[in-house]
């Protein structure tokens, strides 16, 4: 039976266009408007862009990914919610448009990836959850998708990977559990499918590397070797070894075939951690011709500064690249496979400024690729490979910000790619590398919302992409491509207008969490590791792919989320971290590129952002990685001035209110790492004294009043306080004396008010305590004894107050309680019955209150709740129930009221929240809804909690 699309109800967001194409596409007489797409002003299509199936349902996000034409048949991979990540199929249309075979039944799904096409046949690598992850194929049909081989049989992986084709066969390296990691090769068929040759006999293999096509053969590089292959075995023969300097490693990278001939680099790192500069070059371009005399250098280069890729992209019969030197940063170079013809093209960014080109793409007989330059910021360039070739296409954001270029593709001899324009987010947009035919094609996602458009796929007579919006979530769409310039009328399916359907239709839904802003387009890593909140704003660092990590703030939608300030200017970024509020102003560390690390504040204001104190003067930084804290009106934080190391500071947000308290440890040695805490209105911190080691000090903020509280361990050795836990205008902490080891402490600020809480491992032995959280007036905390094992503790700051709360898990082998958290005066934290699995757990602060929460994953399986925190009346958390992934919840500390608050990733993928942080009306907090990467999410919070 054939397989039926999840949603037999789908909009089609048939907008109003006119467009042709026909592969060779004039400029107009006048250059348009970045709008022109949208309003008939370029024949590109026949239809504007459409969803095609809301494949996940709801805002929920399918999430398509590597779109593959087939013989004019899209395959890809994406999620729905009932049978997760499946191999789909679409022509463009609802009805066309469904799951090829559900490979693996149950909400797990497949995962296929790594989708490549030979002769008209689709082979990917999915897990049915038989035999691990495989080699699969697909003629696009039911019947026609099957496992080609179990490689290494049982669950186990073969760890397929660089799946290639060449020829009529596909090449790929995998493991069949008998000869190692080597070359194979198949036909399509279980019989067809063999080890091309073992290089490396016996069980651990050879591990080749960079399959690349080139005149008539495959080659790939096993260690510092260069081979080639005919797919033969007696074919498969070593070209040349790379030698490497008395102490260096070669490391092959970056084999590309230009117009049959084979370019590659050579990067050398040290094998020696004494040795740090290299003194040979650290990266050099060859070529090849496949004989051992024909490979030879071709140049010494310098490898690139931010990000250590070359790049090497095939256009005009050139190889271009990217690298630099102290006198020009990272810049566009080509190859011509001459040392002569082998130079820098353009200084794009002049000076040892970096343009960082990036996504290099071949463009008909053009390269195109972003750059950025002091006067354009991140915009789309082209070359033809010299100089005076080497031009802006557009520039789409006039003036210095930059549009932020990503996801281009060529596709029929267009570009396409998403870019953002003042007040709108990463929309679609095309080019033929002219300024005249470079236009958005629409503004899917509407306003500053992005749609992030990416994967663009021509298929059929269709051009494919993945794009976000608001009502649909991540899904496919399409823009209808033909010779003949139709319009279309702007209607819904349904019969409602665009314009009707949005006016009735509230951009979100006020009771569920939103995505902020896509900040930086895909499925990337978080960008973010720093941020505070004032007013209902949220302030943090953020790396949206163009200018690097700089401060950003947003109050919540996507209009009012924008970089506060460019303190870098260039693709480097100053990386702001450390943020906390002072009176009026957010304060924060940041490398400007000059001043090197130091203090900043600003007022929200791009003019109002501006530099604190060089307090280690030049290019060198004084910034340490310890948060800064704030007592009566003035910020506290260590700094090491060069002359000092790392020592106790104080500013008033001023350059004369900026300096140091006391040298704690007098010289260039640090006596202060971080370790910071307010209580009361005195500052606790470990520090070194010269006679006592890492002790607890205390200050008042004057040289007079910062001072050792207590020598714990007499002599130099230090009892190293850690974990420092403000408890009204006491300290809890954690440290080890010469008779018990590593207990908690409390401390009131004076020797005599400094003292054990409890020896709960007796004697030499330590209780490791860690995680202290004051809930209700008292400090929960995890610690381990002989008898109970780690089990929760709680203390009021006494000896005669500090107690087992409750021996979860009975005996010894402990329920290893975490992540501590609050509601109100009740106390949450995770933890391991022995029969529940890590689940919620709730206290009140008696043994009698403490209890399971909610068993949310019912059985000795885990939920592992995490980072459970109080916004008013309600705490949040993410916890994996085994049906929708580690997802949204909430809790009012009962188990009825603790409940699954969102699905935000579809599906078994989870988009794992955390961080969440209550700013006014709002809490912000980091997630991945397996489309978007990780980026800020907000939820609206009644005023009532």
């Given at each position: 039976?054939?397989?039926?699309?999840?949603?037999?109800?789908?909009?089609?967001?048939?907008?109003?266009?006119?467009?042709?194409?026909?592969?060779?596409?004039?400029?107009?007489?006048?250059?348009?408007?970045?709008t022109?797409?949208?309003h008939?002003g370029?024949?590109?299509?026949?239809?504007?862009?459409?969803?095609v199936?809301d494949?996940?349902?709801?805002r929920?996000?399918?999430?398509?990914?590597?779109?593959?034409?087939?013989?004019?048949?899209?395959?890809?991979?994406?999620?729905?919610?009932?049978?997760?990540?499946?191999?789909w199929?679409?022509?463009?249309?609802?009805?066309?448009?469904?799951?090829?075979?559900?490979?693996?039944?149950?909400?797990?799904?497949?995962?296929?990836?790594?989708?490549t096409?030979?002769?008209?046949?689709?082979?990917?690598?999915?897990?049915?959850?038989?035999?691990?992850d495989?080699?699969?194929?697909?003629?696009?049909?039911?019947?026609?998708?099957?496992?080609?081989i179990?490689?290494?049989?049982g669950p186990?992986?073969?760890?397929?990977?660089d799946?290639?084709?060449?020829?009529h066969?596909?090449?790929?390296?995998?493991?069949d559990?008998?000869?190692?990691?080597?070359?194979w090769?198949?036909?399509?068929?279980?019989?067809?499918?063999r080890l091309?040759?073992?290089?490396?006999?016996?069980?651990?293999?050879?591990?080749?590397?960079?399959?690349?096509?080139s005149?008539?053969?495959?080659?790939?590089?096993?260690?510092?070797?260069?081979?080639k292959?005919?797919?033969?075995?007696?074919?498969?023969?070593?070209?040349?070894?790379?030698?490497a300097?008395?102490?260096f490693?070669?490391?092959p990278?970056?084999?590309?075939?230009?117009a049959?001939?084979l370019?590659?680099?050579?990067?050398?790192?040290?094998?020696?951690?004494?040795?740090?500069?290299?003194t040979?070059?650290?990266?050099s371009?060859?070529?090849s011709?496949?004989?051992?005399?024909g490979?030879?250098?071709?140049?010494?280069?310098?490898?690139?500064?931010?990000?250590?890729?070359?790049r090497?992209?095939?256009?005009?019969?050139?190889l271009?690249f990217?690298?630099?030197?102290?006198?020009?940063?990272?810049e566009?170079?080509?190859?011509?496979?001459?040392?002569?013809?082998?130079?820098?093209?353009?200084?794009?960014?002049p000076?040892?400024?970096?343009?960082?080109?990036?996504?290099?793409?071949?463009?008909g007989?053009l390269?195109?690729?972003?750059?950025?330059s002091?006067?354009?910021?991140?915009?789309?360039?082209?070359s033809d490979?010299?100089?005076?070739?080497?031009?802006?296409?557009?520039?789409?954001?006039?003036?210095?910000?930059?549009?932020?270029?990503?996801?281009?593709?060529?596709?029929?001899?267009?570009?396409?790619?998403?870019?953002?324009?003042?007040?709108?987010?990463?929309e679609?947009?095309?080019?033929?590398?002219?300024?005249?035919?470079?236009?958005?094609?629409?503004?899917?996602?509407?306003?500053?919302?992005?749609?992030?458009?990416?994967?663009?796929?021509?298929?059929?007579d269709?051009?494919?992409?993945?794009?976000?919006h608001?009502d649909?979530?991540?899904?496919?769409w399409?823009?209808?491509?033909?010779?003949?310039v139709?319009?279309?009328?702007?209607?819904?399916?349904?019969g409602?207008?665009?314009?009707?359907r949005?006016?009735?239709?509230?951009?979100?839904?006020?009771?569920?969490?939103?995505m902020?802003?896509?900040l930086r387009?895909?499925?990337?890593?978080p960008?973010?590791?720093?941020?505070?909140?004032?007013?209902?704003?949220?302030?943090?660092?953020?790396?949206?792919?163009s200018?690097?990590?700089?401060?950003?703030?947003?109050?919540?939608?996507?209009?009012?989320?924008?970089?506060?300030k460019?303190?870098?200017?260039?693709?480097?970024?100053s990386?702001?971290?450390?943020?906390?509020?002072?009176?009026?102003?957010?304060?924060?560390?940041?490398?400007?590129g000059?001043?090197?690390?130091?203090?900043?504040?600003?007022?929200g204001?791009?003019?109002?952002?501006?530099?604190?104190?060089?307090?280690?003067?030049?290019?060198?930084?004084?910034?340490s990685?310890?948060l800064?804290?704030?007592?009566?009106?003035i910020?506290?934080?260590?700094?090491n001035?060069?002359l000092?190391?790392?020592?106790?500071?104080?500013?008033?947000?001023t350059?004369?209110?900026?300096?140091?308290?006391?040298?704690?440890?007098p010289?260039?040695?640090?006596g202060?790492?971080?370790?910071?805490?307010?209580?009361g209105?005195?500052?606790?911190?470990?520090?070194?004294?010269a006679?006592?080691?890492w002790?607890?000090?205390?200050?008042?903020?004057?040289?007079?009043?910062?001072?050792?509280?207590k020598?714990?361990v007499?002599?130099?050795?230090?009892?190293f306080?850690?974990?420092l836990?403000?408890?009204?205008?006491r300290v809890?902490?954690?440290?080890?004396?010469?008779?018990?080891?590593?207990?908690p402490?409390?401390?009131?600020?004076?020797?005599?008010?400094?003292?054990?809480?409890?020896?709960i491992?007796p004697?030499?032995g330590?209780?490791?305590?860690?995680a202290f959280?004051?809930v209700?007036?008292?400090v929960?905390?995890?610690a381990?004894?002989?008898?109970?094992?780690r089990?929760?503790?709680?203390?009021?700051?006494t000896?005669?107050?500090?107690?087992?709360l409750?021996?979860?898990r009975?005996?010894?082998?402990?329920?290893?309680?975490?992540?501590?958290?609050?509601?109100?005066?009740?106390?949450?934290?995770?933890a391991?019955d022995?029969?529940?699995?890590?689940?919620?757990?709730?206290?009140?602060?008696t043994?009698?209150s403490?209890?399971?929460?909610?068993d949310?994953r019912?059985?000795?399986?885990?939920?592992?709740?995490r980072?459970?925190?109080?916004?008013?009346?309600?705490?949040?958390?993410?916890?994996?129930?085994?049906?929708?992934?580690?997802?949204?919840?909430?809790?009012?500390?009962?188990?009825?009221?603790?409940?699954?608050?969102?699905?935000?990733?579809?599906?078994?993928?989870?988009?794992?929240?955390?961080?969440?942080?209550r700013?006014?009306?709002?809490?912000?907090?980091l997630?991945?809804?397996?489309?978007?990467?990780?980026e800020?999410?907000?939820?609206?919070?009644?005023?009532?909690?």
């Amino acid at each position: 039976m054939a397989a039926q699309s999840v949603r037999p109800c789908v909009l089609l967001l048939c907008l109003a266009g006119v467009i042709a194409c026909d592969g060779s596409l004039p400029a107009p007489a006048s250059p348009p408007d970045a709008t022109d797409l949208e309003h008939g002003g370029s024949a590109l299509t026949s239809s504007a862009p459409y969803s095609v199936d809301d494949i996940a349902g709801g805002r929920l996000s399918a999430a398509p990914y590597e779109l593959t034409d087939v013989v004019g048949t899209l395959l890809f991979g994406a999620t729905d919610l009932s049978r997760g990540t499946e191999l789909w199929k679409s022509d463009g249309t609802d009805s066309g448009t469904f799951m090829v075979k559900d490979i693996r039944p149950g909400p797990l799904g497949s995962e296929p990836h790594d989708l490549t096409v030979v002769d008209g046949t689709l082979f990917f690598i999915a897990n049915d959850g038989e035999h691990g992850d495989e080699l699969w194929r697909s003629n696009s049909k039911p019947s026609g998708t099957s496992l080609v081989i179990d490689l290494r049989p049982g669950p186990s992986s073969s760890g397929l990977r660089d799946l290639t084709a060449f020829g009529h066969f596909l090449y790929f390296v995998a493991s069949d559990g008998v000869s190692g990691v080597e070359l194979w090769r198949t036909d399509g068929t279980s019989g067809g499918t063999r080890l091309v040759k073992d290089l490396a006999p016996g069980g651990s293999g050879s591990y080749p590397s960079l399959l690349t096509r080139s005149g008539g053969r495959l080659y790939f590089f096993v260690d510092r070797t260069l081979w080639k292959s005919d797919g033969t075995a007696e074919g498969t023969v070593p070209v040349r070894e790379l030698e490497a300097p008395a102490g260096f490693i070669s490391r092959p990278l970056g084999l590309t075939d230009v117009a049959g001939k084979l370019y590659f680099f050579v990067q050398l790192d040290s094998n020696d951690d004494d040795i740090v500069q290299l003194t040979p070059a650290s990266l050099s371009l060859w070529k090849s011709d496949g004989t051992a005399n024909g490979t030879v250098r071709l140049a010494n280069l310098g490898r690139p500064t931010l990000e250590g890729d070359p790049r090497p992209t095939s256009a005009r019969g050139l190889l271009f690249f990217v690298s630099s030197t102290p006198e020009h940063g990272d810049e566009l170079w080509r190859s011509d496979g001459t040392r002569d013809g082998t130079y820098r093209v353009s200084d794009i960014a002049p000076g040892a400024a970096s343009s960082n080109p990036r996504e290099l793409t071949a463009v008909g007989n053009l390269l195109c690729f972003s750059a950025w330059s002091p006067e354009y910021g991140d915009e789309l360039w082209r070359s033809d490979g010299t100089p005076g070739g080497t031009v802006l296409v557009k520039d789409i954001t006039p003036g210095p910000e930059g549009s932020a270029l990503a996801f281009l593709r060529a596709q029929k001899g267009r570009l396409f790619f998403a870019a953002r324009q003042p007040g709108k987010g990463h929309e679609p947009w095309m080019s033929t590398g002219l300024a005249a035919t470079t236009s958005r094609i629409r503004d899917i996602a509407g306003g500053a919302l992005s749609s992030s458009a990416h994967g663009f796929t021509f298929s059929g007579d269709r051009l494919f992409f993945t794009a976000t919006h608001r009502d649909i979530g991540d899904e496919l769409w399409a823009i209808g491509f033909s010779d003949d310039v139709v319009e279309l009328p702007a209607r819904l399916i349904f019969g409602s207008t665009l314009a009707t359907r949005e006016a009735n239709t509230p951009r979100w839904n006020t009771d569920h969490a939103r995505m902020v802003q896509d900040l930086r387009p895909g499925p990337l890593p978080p960008s973010t590791s720093s941020w505070t909140t004032r007013d209902g704003v949220l302030f943090f660092d953020a790396d949206d792919g163009s200018v690097g990590a700089e401060p950003w703030l947003t109050d919540g939608t996507p209009e009012g989320t924008f970089l506060l300030k460019d303190l870098r200017p260039g693709p480097a970024g100053s990386e702001p971290s450390q943020f906390f509020v002072l009176g009026s102003h957010i304060f924060f560390f940041a490398d400007d590129g000059v001043a090197g690390r130091e203090l900043w504040r600003t007022d929200g204001a791009r003019e109002g952002t501006v530099l604190v104190k060089d307090i280690h003067p030049g290019p060198e930084s004084s910034a340490s990685f310890g948060l800064p804290v704030v007592m009566g009106g003035i910020a506290y934080f260590t700094a090491n001035d060069g002359l000092h190391g790392e020592e106790l500071w104080r500013t008033d947000g001023t350059t004369d209110g900026t300096f140091l308290v006391k040298d704690v440890r007098p010289g260039p040695s640090d006596g202060l790492r971080g370790n910071l805490l307010v209580a009361g209105d005195r500052l606790f911190f470990a520090g070194f004294f010269a006679d006592e080691g890492w002790e607890l000090g205390v200050s008042d903020g004057t040289p007079e009043g910062t001072r050792l509280v207590k020598d714990l361990v007499p002599g130099p050795g230090g009892s190293f306080p850690r974990g420092l836990t403000a408890l009204g205008t006491r300290v809890v902490f954690s440290a080890g004396d010469l008779e018990h080891g590593n207990e908690p402490f409390v401390s009131d600020g004076t020797e005599a008010g400094t003292l054990l809480l409890s020896d709960i491992q007796p004697g030499e032995g330590s209780s490791v305590p860690d995680a202290f959280t004051v809930v209700g007036g008292r400090v929960y905390f995890a610690a381990s004894d002989p008898v109970n094992g780690r089990e929760p503790w709680l203390t009021d700051g006494t000896p005669g107050g500090t107690s087992l709360l409750l021996d979860v898990r009975p005996g010894p082998e402990g329920s290893y309680p975490g992540w501590f958290g609050a509601v109100g005066n009740t106390a949450l934290f995770s933890a391991d019955d022995g029969v529940h699995g890590q689940e919620p757990w709730r206290s009140d602060g008696t043994p009698e209150s403490t209890a399971l929460l909610r068993d949310l994953r019912p059985g000795p399986a885990h939920s592992e709740p995490r980072w459970m925190t109080d916004i008013g009346g309600l705490a949040l958390l993410h916890a994996d129930d085994g049906e929708h992934g580690s997802e949204l919840w909430r809790t009012d500390g009962t188990w009825a009221g603790t409940q699954l608050r969102q699905e935000l990733a579809p599906g078994r993928l989870g988009a794992l929240p955390y961080f969440f942080t209550r700013a006014g009306p709002h809490v912000f907090f980091l997630a991945d809804d397996g489309a978007h990467g990780i980026e800020w999410w907000v939820l609206d919070v009644p005023t009532s909690g």
